[in-house]
């Protein structure tokens, strides 16, 4: 029995809440559990120098954690990004691009800020859903305006935690999970298609069909998320 109750293929329960501020282009608040993530993107007409006149746009991430979304209070990373979080921020800004037509968005870049509310686990997982629901919805309106001839877009990025607690796979761990698991990972798809997958032996070493069997988890999952993706930012 898992720790929650839940099934093995069970998320947890998930909430895309799309326009959940004002100000941005886009942004979305997704709660999957107790993990809670606020994701804005905002529109520049602009591209970083190494892209000037090449046609082509960009999308990047930043991600942070606020002190208290933690059972302890963290201190704030006033003097720069530190390494755990300058590797997620990349992953997320890795992610979303690969799932982005950089030509067909234009000379701009679209910045998507993932800030950690609360923290149950999955904090990176759940930043690279939502923030493709905050994307979405900031591209919406460049075809709106007409600013774009064809959507960058398609379909949608999503990722999940799987991972092996007690040797059977397990897919969405939260905290308690992930913080026993033999063997922890994250993997994000879009479509049918592997985006990125880390996975590593926390206790024991794994073979090749576990590894199989948690790919195919997480597949289950990334298709529930991207339903719930569409059905947001439509």
């Not at 993107?41 to 090449?54: C, D, G, I, M, Q």
């Not at 999308?59 to 933690?70: C, H, I």
């Not at 992610?95 to 800030?115: K, M, N, P, W, Y």
Request: aromatic fraction near 2%.
């Amino acid at each position: 029995m898992r720790p929650s109750g839940r099934a093995p293929d069970a998320l947890r329960a998930l909430h895309l809440e799309p326009h959940a501020t004002r100000h941005a282009e886009g942004s979305c608040l997704v709660r999957l559990g107790d993990t809670h993530v606020l994701c804005t993107a905002s529109l520049e007409e602009r591209v970083p120098p190494f892209l000037k006149n090449t046609g082509k746009g960009w999308v990047t991430a930043e991600y942070g954690m606020l002190p208290r979304a933690t059972t302890t209070r963290g201190r704030r990373e006033r003097d720069g990004a530190g390494g755990r979080t300058h590797e997620i921020q990349r992953l997320v800004g890795r992610s979303l691009r690969a799932g982005t037509d950089l030509v067909a968005l234009g000379e701009r870049q679209i910045t998507v800020d993932c800030d950690v509310l609360q923290a149950d686990g999955g904090t990176r997982c759940a930043a690279i859903t939502g923030g493709w629901v905050a994307l979405r919805l900031a591209v919406n309106r460049l075809l709106a305006a007409k600013a774009v001839h064809r959507d960058p877009l398609g379909a949608p990025v999503s990722a999940i935690s799987v991972g092996l607690y007690g040797g059977v796979p397990l897919l969405d761990l939260d905290y308690p999970e992930d913080s026993e698991a033999g063997v922890d990972a994250n993997v994000v798809m879009t479509g049918d298609r592997l985006v990125e997958v880390q996975m590593t032996a926390e206790g024991a070493t794994f073979g090749r069909d576990q590894m199989a069997a948690l790919l195919d988890l997480a597949a289950l999952g990334c298709a529930r998320l991207a339903e719930a993706q569409r059905a947001a930012a439509a």
